[in-house]
């Protein structure tokens, strides 16, 4: 079959109505009626897990749970030991979140394997490439939950790192605590890491989540890198005095600091082609109507194309701040809880993914976009275990961790097809 061939059109689309109507299903599988979040470790994560399994199933997969919770679903060549392409995304959200962010990723590559799958002799459904093709649904992807993000991904990279068992989510449940809720054995955790030897690369289809592809008209493009991030908690502090009886020369008002603060987080990455940071929580304390903020917590999210971009940019915010404190008479600290460096796409995959766009364009098109993400995908945990590789489908307006997300039938089936040539081309590639 020739790469992008053999997908049969009709197929494709039949595929692709599939997979927005699962996007639907796994849109009703949450803990807030109205809206939809799923964290990891609940009882929506076994939900949407028991729901993926039976998808897995149907295509003639296994299904496995690993020690991280993440789902597996595996599709075997005549030699049920040999490496396996992984194909996924992830199946937890942000709060109020979109319905395709990580959930039509793992969709398409079981549309993907839908279709490319071949019946053997003895009636059982295999991969027919040197590889086998693996589906996996990572969870905690954006790490709502306990705030660290890529948990999931990182088990199975081996990053685990055990400092995180003491997280802690809004109810005071450490990490450690739920995972036995959920029936998982945190002494476990190492069986859920993979051998670079078991894989032969990582493919995810995601949504650009930016409006980059909706700008330039096209559907899909290739993704040379993932961003860097760094999440940090900043606390400033200030005094709390009475609101009326305290005048404005003796206040030392810690959310006027914290606002001063956060648009200085905004003008410095303005001013950085490729860095971006965002406040996107602030609490003050005591918090009452009638007292002067003592004190201001706030989450910065900051994000760089290139690790020494984020973290000069870092720097830039951390001298502001010392600026701002000292003008109003403040302290600030800083408590870092995520970091996570720039991952490149491998050559050899952007490579096989742009193959694949192409695959779906009429004969003499421009070759499709090559662009960072600016969103962060499990591909940053996976990329210290394997080669991976992104396809971004179009997301109109670019509107993303928000209920208007959204993605075109027409641009996932495109997405289909070209994942589908993709694999084609990379089982048309030497084995490494
Ligand atoms: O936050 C992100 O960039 C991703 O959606 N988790
Ligand atoms: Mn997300
Ligand atoms: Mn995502």
């Known amino acids: 079959m020739r790469p992008g061939e053999g997908l049969d059109p009709v197929a494709v689309q039949d595929a692709a109505r599939r997979v927005m109507a699962r996007c639907d299903a796994l849109a009703s599988i949450t803990a807030t009626p109205g809206a939809i979040e799923r964290v990891y470790l609940s009882p929506e994560h076994a939900r949407a897990n ?20 993440n789902l597996v679903g595996r599709l075997d060549t005549a030699d049920s030991e040999s490496a396996a392409l992984l194909l996924g995304s992830h199946l937890d959200t942000v709060p109020d979140a979109g319905r395709y962010d990580g959930m039509a990723g793992v969709l398409i590559a079981l549309a993907v394997v839908r279709l490319l799958r071949r019946r053997a002799d003895d009636g059982t459904w295999r991969s027919p490439f040197p590889f086998a093709l693996e589906v996996i649904a990572f969870w905690d992807e954006e790490g709502t ?122 003008r410095i990455c303005r ?91 009429p004969a003499g098109a421009d070759d499709p976009a090559t662009i960072y993400s600016r969103a962060g995908h499990d591909g940053m ?19 993303s961790h928000h209920p208007a997300e959204s993605v075109s039938s027409q641009d996932v089936a495109a997405g289909i097809r070209a994942l589908g040539a993709a694999v084609t081309h990379l089982a048309a590639e030497p084995a490494p």
């Open 50 to 69: 028991r729901a993926a399994a039976g998808w897995m199933r149907e295509l003639g997969m296994t299904a496995r749970e690993d020690a991280a919770g």
């Open 145 to 266: 939950r306990f705030g660290t993000a890529l948990l999931g991904s990182s088990a199975v990279a081996g990053t685990w790192d055990p400092a995180w068992w003491e997280l802690t989510d809004d109810s005071g449940t450490t990490l450690r605590e739920a995972f036995a809720d959920f029936g998982l054995d945190p002494s476990r955790i190492g069986d859920a890491a993979r051998r670079p030897e078991e894989l032969r690369g990582y493919l995810e289809a995601h949504i650009e989540q930016g409006p980059e592809l909706d700008r330039r008209g096209e559907p899909l493009a290739v993704v040379s890198s993932i961003a860097s991030a760094r999440r940090f908690h900043l606390t400033v502090e200030g005094q709390a005095r009475h609101a009326g009886g305290t005048p404005y020369d003796m206040r030392h008002d810690a959310l006027l600091g914290a606002s001063e603060a956060a648009l200085a987080v905004e």
């Open 271 to 361: 001013g950085e082609h490729h860095a971006v940071g965002t406040v996107g929580r602030l609490e003050t304390f005591p918090g009452a109507v009638n007292i002067v903020p003592g004190e201001a917590r706030l989450s910065l999210d900051l994000r760089g194309e290139l690790d020494e971009t984020r973290d000069r940019v870092w720097e830039s915010i951390g001298k502001e701040l010392d600026v701002i404190a000292g003008r109003r008479g403040l302290r600030w600290r800083a408590e870092e809880f995520h970091s996570a460096p720039a991952v490149l796409c491998a050559p050899l995959l952007q490579d096989v993914i742009r193959a694949g766009i192409v695959a779906t364009l």
């Open 381 to 399: 945990a996976l990329g210290a275990l394997t080669d991976i590789g992104m396809v971004f489908l179009r997301n109109p307006d670019g509107i």
